[in-house]
């Protein structure tokens, strides 16, 4: 299961996603293929808006810190996405998140 966790602090945010879906074969799972499509494209528009931000992206393992109220929209669109993938397939993802 891809378990995801989002937290807001004030204008901080960080998202961390790590695990593997399991709903596929490795490389032929649909439902990773969709988280990682969103958190990359997050992780792509935070380094561009805030460069010092923390961004680690590994296979199964993800992490984005950042801090800036304009990041709001990005973080809560990609967490919209996740909520539904998470929706769909319970058995696949898992999503909390505080903000």
């Keep these: 299961m891809i378990r995801v966790s989002c937290t ?7 998202l961390r996603v790590s695990g593997h879906a399991g709903t596929a074969p490795y490389g032929e799972d ?17 380094s561009e808006q ?14 984005i ?7 709001a929209p990005a973080f809560q669109t990609v967490l919209a996405g996740l909520r539904l993938l998470e929706k769909d397939y319970p058995e696949g993802v898992g999503v909390r998140y505080e903000i």
């Design 8 to 14: 807001r602090e004030a204008d901080r945010w960080e």
């Design 30 to 46: 649909l439902v990773c293929a969709a988280v990682t499509a969103l958190v990359c494209a997050l992780a792509k528009y935070v």
């Design 50 to 63: 805030e460069p010092s931000a923390y961004i680690h992206l590994q296979p199964g393992d993800a992490q």
């Design 65 to 71: 810190k950042a801090e800036g109220e304009s990041l």
